[in-house]
Every structure is written in structure tokens, then in C-alpha cells.
């Protein structure tokens, strides 16, 4: 593989790909290897090469277990030992090389120069005459003859391997984890370049919808009679923002899990490193993505430009990371078909209570739902940053006769966003993104260990 160092695993070949696959394996030095077909779409001196390698490492100590594909003669006797199936039934079990004179015992005579393992098909096809129920039988026959000797030697010969005292060598050990968080990160983030496209289209996506929204709502933020577009305009971006940081992870997590569930089982990693440093090479991205569309869209709106953006960029953001986490746990919990609809449905309901709905007006029955959802936490601390902190009067045009919320103050009292503690709002924002994390941590571990 050392002509394909630099070639993505899409674009390689079938052999090439089952070639890795066995190299992955070895990396963490197992005692056995299960294969499945491991020569099948290689050519003869790659096959050759791939079996010798397989020899080699069973010499060594290791066992290696698998099914071969119509392999030839030479490749066929280097099979320690050969177990052969015909219709569910064991029809032989023994060295290879003892597989022609074995089936003469039933006066199944191999063809001369036939290979023995195009031979051994026919048999289990049933050709030659035999009984194969008669094959079956003789094996079970034999095989209780050994589990009642315990004298037989069942041992297959070791290469003899010379041992090093006092040697310079390092012993092998498992990675700290912080070694195995800075490995999976720097992996992430080589994925995350080599597949610039989709982060690329959700940048450009931000600030597409930035400049559609700046210019949908230009000027709003300083005008008293545009007050309720303006909050129109708020909802919005934290939709988006809540959106685009759910559904992004959600519908990645599926092919990750199928990944983290491989590698987690062959033991090259513990479950938290993965998950940190999957978290945090999203974190990043979908912050630049939060900030890139506020800038451009706050800026077109006239919103103000004093302390405020700061105040507003901190809520969009906490919330989006919200939802995000959210999102991963949501991908965790559920298959791609439900993630897809469940994602929306919650990222509604929530959204629902602080906006379209004020506390007052909520049923007793809801009322937990609007002091639980994150998205009106968020959106409230937003609305705050724009409207709140004394702001004088907004603005009213000389042609309107009255600007009934030119005092921010009305505005806020009329839609029961009063004594809203920011610092409150940031604790809960973000002991549920902590909560959401962990659920997810619990949910992977659980998969991963359940038997």
C-alpha cells in the first residue's frame, strides 16, 4: 500500500481496501484475526504476498480464522488446519494437507493434478457419489474421539522466536488518554479538510441567509414603528442558529456511531477522548458559522453598536451550541429516520413557548416546558440585548403621528420579558448543554457495552 499513502480510502480499490482493513487490525497486536475473504479482488502475487504475511503471523503465536476464496493449490497448503461446511453440516475437519487422503478413505478419489480445494468444493456439492450425511457422521465421530483423548496434541507449530533480555526496546502499552484525544482530534480535523465541501456549503449557507435577512429587515433595529419586525428578525436568527446546529450533528452521528462501535470494540480507544474531540472540532465551526451570518446580518439591520453585540452574540451562540448538543444526543438515541423528524418537532415546540407564547398565556400544564426550553431562554437573553438595559427611545419617523413601543421599556413589559437575569440564563443554557452532552456519553457507552 505504500504507492496509495497519499490516495483517499474511497478511491481505492477493492483489494487495496481489504488490505488496509487487515492492517488496521494489526495495529493494536490482537491474538486473534477473523477475515473474511481477505484475498478475494487481489491478484495471484498479491494473494501470495497476503498469505505469506498470514503464516508468518500465525507462526508467531497468533490465530488467524477465515474464509478463503477458490484458492490455489500451493495457497491452499498453507492452511494450518481446514474446516469445511456442506448444507449446515461439518463434512471435514483436519489439516489440509491430510484433505485427499482423508476423502480416500470413502473412496472418494481426487482427480490427478486437480487442485484439492476446487476438489473439496465438488464434494460438498455433493458430487463424486458421496454421502455427504456419511462425511458429516465420520467428522463428529472424529471429532468426539478428541475432546475424550486428552493426550492429543492439537498444537500447531510455532516459529521459534528469540528472546531479548535487558533489550532497549519500549514495551507496548495503551495511550493516555489525553495522547488518544490529541490523535483523534488531529484524525477529525484531516477528515474535516479532506471533505472541505460540506463545511464550506454550510458557510456559504450562513452567509447567504445573513445578506437575505439584512436585507429582508435593513434598518428595523433603529426604527420604533419596525419594532415588531425587528422581533421577527431576532426569532428568526435564533431559529436558524438553533436549526443549523442541530440538524448538522444529527444527521452526521449515524456513519460516526458505525465507526466509533469498530474501533471502540478492537479496543484502540476509550469512549470519551472520541467524543471530545468530535465535540470540539464542531464547536469551532459552527461558532464561525453563528458569528459570520450575525455580522453580516446585525450590521443591516441597525441594530446598535455599543456594548449590545457583544451581549447578542453571546446568546445566539450559547443557544445554537445548545441545540447542537441536542442534536447529538438526538442522533445517538435514534435512527436517521426518526432524528430527521424528531429534530424539527422539538426545535418547534421549544421555540414556541417565549415567542409566540408569553408565561402568562401559557396553560398551567406547559408552563414547565417554558421554563425548561433553552430556545426561550436564549431568545429572551437576545431580545434583552437589543432592547433592554434602558435603552433610550428608538427612533420614529417624522410621517408616523405615533410610535406606540418608542420606548423599549413598553415593548419588553407587553411581552412579559421583564427582570430577565442574564446571568441565570447563561447557568441554565449552559448546565443543559452539559446535561445534553453527558446523556449522550451515557447513551454511546451503554451501546458499546451492552452484550
Known amino acids: 500500500l505504500d504507492q496509495s499513502h497519499h490516495t483517499l480510502t474511497s478511491r481505492l480499490s477493492g483489494g487495496q481496501r481489504k488490505r488496509l482493513a487487515v492492517a488496521l487490525e494489526l495495529l493494536s497486536n490482537p491474538p486473534i484475526l477473523f477475515l473474511d475473504e481477505p484475498t478475494t479482488g487481489l491478484d495471484s502475487s498479491s494473494c501470495s504476498q ?3 504475511l ?7 503465536g497468533r490465530t488467524i480464522v477465515c474464509t478463503i476464496h477458490q484458492p490455489s493449490a500451493l495457497l491452499f497448503e498453507m492452511f494450518d488446519k481446514l474446516y469445511a461446511l456442506s448444507a449446515g453440516k461439518c463434512i471435514y475437519d483436519g489439516p489440509s494437507t491430510q484433505l485427499v487422503p482423508y476423502f480416500n478413505n470413502f473412496n472418494v478419489k481426487c482427480p490427478p493434478y486437480h487442485n484439492p480445494a476446487d476438489f473439496l468444493m465438488e464434494v ?6 458421496v454421502d455427504l450425511n456419511q462425511l458429516a457422521a465420520a467428522v463428529q465421530q472424529q471429532q468426539l474421539i478428541e475432546r475424550t483423548n486428552p493426550t492429543k496434541d492439537k498444537d500447531l507449530p510455532l516459529k521459534d522466536v528469540p528472546m531479548i533480555l535487558n533489550s532497549d526496546t519500549p514495551s507496548i502499552s495503551p495511550a493516555p488518554v489525553i495522547m488518544q484525544f490529541f490523535l483523534l ?3 477529525n480535523l484531516l477528515q474535516t479538510r479532506r471533505n472541505w465541501l460540506y463545511p464550506l456549503n454550510r458557510l456559504l449557507a450562513h452567509i447567504v441567509i445573513g445578506f437575505i435577512f439584512g436585507y429582508l429587515y435593513r434598518g428595523v433595529g433603529a426604527n420604533a414603528n419596525q419594532i415588531l419586525a425587528n422581533y421577527v428578525y431576532l426569532y428568526g436568527t435564533m431559529l436558524l442558529n438553533v436549526y443549523t446546529g442541530k440538524m448538522s450533528v444529527t444527521l452526521s452521528c449515524k456513519w460516526k456511531i458505525k465507526i466509533l462501535t469498530r474501533e471502540h470494540f478492537n479496543r484502540w480507544y476509550k469512549l470519551s477522548p472520541y467524543l471530545m474531540s468530535v465535540i ?6 459552527q461558532v464561525l ?9 446585525y450590521w443591516l439591520t441597525s441594530q446598535p ?3 449590545r453585540p457583544y451581549i447578542f452574540v453571546l446568546f445566539v451562540t450559547i443557544g445554537t451550541l445548545c441545540a447542537q448538543s441536542m442534536g447529538y444526543f438526538i442522533g445517538a438515541t435514534t435512527s436517521t429516520k426518526i432524528a430527521v423528524f424528531i429534530g424539527p418537532v422539538l426545535a418547534c415546540c ?6 409566540c407564547l408569553r408565561r402568562s398565556d401559557t396553560p398551567a400544564v406547559f408552563r414547565w416546558l417554558f421554563t425548561v426550553s433553552y430556545f426561550r431562554v436564549a431568545f429572551h437573553g437576545v431580545v434583552v440585548s437589543v432592547y433592554g438595559f434602558n435603552r433610550k427611545n428608538l427612533y420614529c419617523p417624522e410621517e408616523e403621528l405615533y410610535c406606540h413601543y418608542a420606548d423599549p421599556s413598553k415593548f419588553l413589559k407587553e411581552m412579559d420579558i421583564v427582570n430577565i437575569d442574564l446571568v441565570s440564563n447563561i447557568s441554565m443554557v449552559l448546565f443543559i448543554w452539559c446535561l445534553m452532552h453527558t446523556a449522550t456519553y451515557l447513551t454511546l457507552w451503554f451501546k458499546l457495552n451492552k452484550r
Request: glycine share 6%; charged share 20%; net charge neutral.
Open 289 to 297: 458559522c453563528t458569528w459570520t451570518y450575525i455580522v453580516i446580518s
Open 280 to 285: 470540539l472540532i464542531e464547536i469551532p465551526f
Open 124 to 129: 460438498a456439492m455433493g458430487d463424486h457419489g
Open 185 to 187: 482530534y488531529k484524525r
Open 305 to 307: 453598536l455599543d456594548y
Open 50 to 52: 497476503c498469505l505469506y
Open 54 to 60: 498470514f503464516k508468518r503471523l500465525a507462526q508467531e
Open 350 to 355: 421549544f421555540s414556541i413557548f417565549g415567542f
